[in-house]
């Protein structure tokens, strides 16, 4: 069997089962199994091992029954970076790059900024941010110990390993008063009662990463209170939400905060909360 031939086999069984881009996906799958890009297989297609093809195959059945393409090949696109990711640990999505650019904004206003990143999980938003933008001090929290391994394993990988650091922590409840710049979270915010109807690829990520209890904004409203300490005035605070949640939290912030932004993703909505303290948002 040649390449493309294990190629055509395994989009027909995805195709078959009403996965969206059968063909790209089979591609996917066959450079994971085989170690190269695409391209390399489409314009030289070799002779592969029956247990390549079997692997294949039997990755393309996973994925027909709704394993997370990102489980399947191990790898998470996120902010122009590719991303170890394992189950057991969130899988970064594209939503989330509006999250890492409006935190890359607020990074410019402060020179040398130390930016908390609550909630790391593979440590996409941290690196990336990193990456990206001027940051003095970066450091990833979270409570998983998985979670933290796997982020720093995509430091060293991404080349930011010397400018990222890790601790575990239940959301800020470790750091001191008045330690921080800006702090970005992408935390748990889907209803308990709407886990069941989530598309089942989704329900593969652990429930600790999608619970936000009865209306999903247990932890969050747990971190608008401790980050209200943390933060030094000025300072920023940046949640991801869900639909229809931006403008509850902007009114349960209040005064306390004194100036809130919210701004959309590319499919219009409303993706990430902005609560600033000192100067007020653009």
């Given at each position: 069997?040649?390449?493309?031939?294990?190629?055509?086999?395994?989009?027909?069984?995805?195709?078959?089962?009403?996965?969206?881009?059968?063909?790209?996906?089979?591609?996917?799958?066959?450079?994971?199994?085989?170690?190269?890009?695409?391209?390399?297989?489409?314009?030289?297609?070799?002779?592969?091992?029956?247990?390549?093809?079997?692997?294949?195959?039997?990755?393309?059945?996973?994925?027909?029954?709704?394993?997370?393409?990102?489980?399947?090949?191990?790898?998470?696109?996120?902010?122009?970076?590719?991303?170890?990711?394992?189950?057991?640990?969130?899988?970064?999505?594209?939503?989330?790059?509006?999250?890492?650019?409006?935190?890359?904004?607020?990074?410019?206003?402060?020179?040398?900024?130390?930016?908390?990143?609550?909630?790391?999980?593979?440590?996409?938003?941290?690196?990336?941010?990193?990456?990206?933008?001027?940051?003095?001090?970066?450091?990833?929290?979270?409570?998983?110990?998985?979670?933290?391994?796997?982020?720093?394993?995509?430091?060293?990988?991404?080349?930011?390993?010397?400018?990222?650091?890790?601790?575990?922590?239940?959301?800020?409840?470790?750091?001191?008063?008045?330690?921080?710049?800006?702090?970005?979270?992408?935390?748990?915010?889907?209803?308990?009662?709407?886990?069941?109807?989530?598309?089942?690829?989704?329900?593969?990520?652990?429930?600790?990463?999608?619970d936000g209890g009865p209306d999903g904004?247990?932890?969050?409203?747990?971190?608008?209170?401790?980050?209200?300490?943390?933060?030094?005035?000025?300072?920023?605070?940046?949640?991801?939400?869900?639909?229809?949640?931006?403008?509850?939290?902007?009114?349960?912030?209040?005064?306390?905060?004194?100036?809130?932004?919210?701004?959309?993703?590319?499919?219009?909505?409303?993706?990430?909360?902005?609560?600033?303290?000192?100067?007020?948002?653009?």
């Amino acid at each position: 069997m040649t390449t493309l031939e294990m190629v055509r086999e395994a989009a027909d069984l995805l195709g078959t089962a009403g996965v969206e881009r059968p063909r790209w996906t089979a591609e996917q799958l066959a450079a994971a199994v085989l170690g190269c890009e695409p391209p390399a297989f489409v314009l030289e297609p070799p002779a592969v091992a029956p247990e390549q093809a079997e692997e294949v195959r039997r990755r393309a059945v996973l994925r027909a029954q709704g394993v997370p393409l990102q489980h399947l090949t191990g790898i998470a696109g996120f902010f122009g970076h590719d991303f170890l990711v394992r189950p057991g640990v969130f899988i970064p999505r594209p939503e989330t790059e509006r999250l890492v650019e409006t935190a890359a904004q607020e990074v410019v206003r402060h020179p040398g900024a130390v930016v908390l990143d609550v909630g790391t999980g593979t440590g996409a938003i941290a690196i990336s941010l990193t990456l990206a933008a001027p940051v003095g001090t970066m450091l990833g929290l979270d409570m998983n110990t998985g979670a933290l391994a796997l982020a720093a394993e995509n430091a060293r990988r991404l080349g930011a390993a010397s400018r990222v650091r890790w601790a575990r922590a239940d959301l800020l409840s470790a750091c001191g008063a008045g330690r921080a710049d800006v702090i970005v979270a992408n935390l748990p915010y889907i209803p308990s009662s709407a886990l069941p109807d989530l598309p089942r690829e989704i329900r593969h990520d652990p429930s600790l990463a999608l619970d936000g209890g009865p209306d999903g904004l247990t932890l969050i409203r747990r971190l608008m209170a401790q980050a209200a300490r943390v933060l030094r005035r000025p300072g920023t605070l940046l949640l991801e939400v869900g639909a229809g949640q931006a403008d509850l939290i902007v009114r349960e912030a209040g005064q306390g905060w004194g100036h809130t932004a919210v701004i959309a993703d590319d499919t219009g909505i409303a993706r990430v909360v902005m609560l600033r303290r000192g100067t007020a948002c653009p």
